[in-house]
């Protein structure tokens, strides 16, 4: 396993460094699967990509070869998502979203088209270099400190420029959102993480996403 000569191992180069190393992806995958990995459809492939997102920003050239470490990052992500599947008949990624707040009834678990959504925002979080797993732990815990939270990315979501300064630098601009939300850098600061993974789902418009969050926004999308 080796890089493209002067290959930068760096977020900001993550969509490059995914298209020249998918085949070692795919093979690390099916590796710990046993199956072959259908890119656009299989969730163990697109935990892999958040996988190799996290390997990506937590790299260290000290550690050696950086393909060798972002397989053990992948394969530890894998085996433990394949460890909760086979021991919980509940879907791991939907415990991860009531984890983060999101009011989903054992219905609705079985919902096709939510689990689909999932599948596709974890894909998005990806290219910022996040997981449902990161989410889950940075949440705000504070039923009032996640209301806020929402509210703010979804004033974020509502204006162009932030939107496009936030998908071409792949983070939260943390002083042109407080402005919009007339709050204080802090208060976007400490739950940045949340409000980005929020302003995803309004930005992408994921219906039922966007209805488990709750916000009058919504509603034009259902």
């Not at 979203?97 to 919902?111: F, H, K, R, T």
């Not at 630098?169 to 709050?183: D, Y």
């Amino acid at each position: 396993m080796t890089l493209i000569p002067g290959e930068k191992i760096e977020i900001d180069n993550l969509q490059n460094l995914i298209e020249n190393h998918m085949a070692f992806l795919i093979r690390t995958v099916s590796g710990v699967t046993g199956r072959y990995v259908s890119v656009e459809n299989d969730e163990e492939f697109s935990i892999a990509l958040s996988a190799f997102a996290e390997a990506v920003e937590k790299y260290d050239p000290e550690r050696g070869n950086f393909l060798t470490f972002a397989r053990l990052v992948i394969e530890s992500r894998l085996k433990t998502f394949l460890s909760r599947e086979s021991s919980r008949p509940r879907h791991a990624s939907l415990e991860q979203l009531q984890e983060e707040g999101y009011d989903i009834s054992e219905e609705e678990e079985n919902d096709a088209g939510l689990h689909e959504e999932i599948l596709a925002y974890r894909k998005e979080l990806f290219k910022f270099g996040l997981t449902l797993e990161r989410l889950a732990d940075e949440a705000p815990k504070h039923s009032d400190t996640r209301k806020n939270a929402i509210h703010i990315a979804d004033t974020a979501s509502k204006d162009e420029a932030t939107v496009e300064t936030t998908y071409r630098k792949k983070k939260l601009p943390i002083r042109q959102v407080a402005r919009l939300s007339n709050v204080t850098e802090k208060v976007v600061k400490r739950s940045k993480t949340f409000i980005l993974a929020a302003m995803i789902v309004f930005v992408k418009r994921f219906p039922k996403l966007c209805y488990w969050i709750k916000t009058a926004r919504c509603t034009d999308v259902l």
